[in-house]
């Protein structure tokens, strides 16, 4: 490169988004609207892990952990040739759906955006699974990881110790 050569970092104003590949995994957090505690209402849960589980039976995604706490998702998937903001949105608008009939209301459920982490390495995913469990814990929700109600692992919770 010549000397005296600038170069050009995107503007935060204009992000550069990437491509989704097929069979990437996604560690995705989905904030409720004004962080409101949605969640503590085992049925609105209940209604988040079912359409979670529902993503997989429709090869949208091949979930590997989730966990629903009181004002969040967090949800580590492979996806299966969707973009992770197709997933997030067709899971948003079902689950907000269900839950304001289910309140009798309408209005936001969700914080508009994601958190999108991408996870690159596989051997990690179990210890990732872990961690995604081990919130509730950290949180003071739950004395130990597998206590709290609204998680679930493809893996045995034994089989993953978590990496500090």
Not at 33 to 60: I, K, P, S, Y
Not at 64 to 74: C, G, K, N, Y
Not at 78 to 90: A, I, N, S
Not at 91 to 104: C, D, E, V, W
């Amino acid at each position: 490169m010549p000397a005296g050569t600038l170069l050009r970092m995107p503007s935060l104003s204009n992000p550069v988004s990437r491509e989704p590949i097929m069979g990437n995994v996604h560690l995705l957090t989905l904030t409720c609207c004004n962080r409101q505690r949605l969640f503590e209402n085992a049925a609105h849960a209940d209604v988040a892990m079912q359409l979670l589980a529902a993503m997989d039976r429709e090869g949208l995604t091949t979930s590997l952990a989730w966990l629903v706490m009181p004002d969040h998702v967090r949800w580590l998937a492979q996806l299966r040739g969707y973009p992770p903001g197709y997933c997030v949105q067709r899971f948003k608008a079902r689950s907000s759906f269900l839950i304001n009939r289910h309140r009798g209301r309408n209005g936001a459920v969700w914080q508009a955006g994601y958190f999108d982490q991408v996870i690159d390495n596989d051997a990690s995913l179990p210890v990732r699974a872990r961690q995604v469990l081990a919130h509730p814990v950290s949180a003071g929700l739950a004395g130990q990881v597998g206590e709290y109600p609204h998680g679930w692992c493809r893996w045995p919770l034994q089989d993953a110790a978590i990496a500090r």
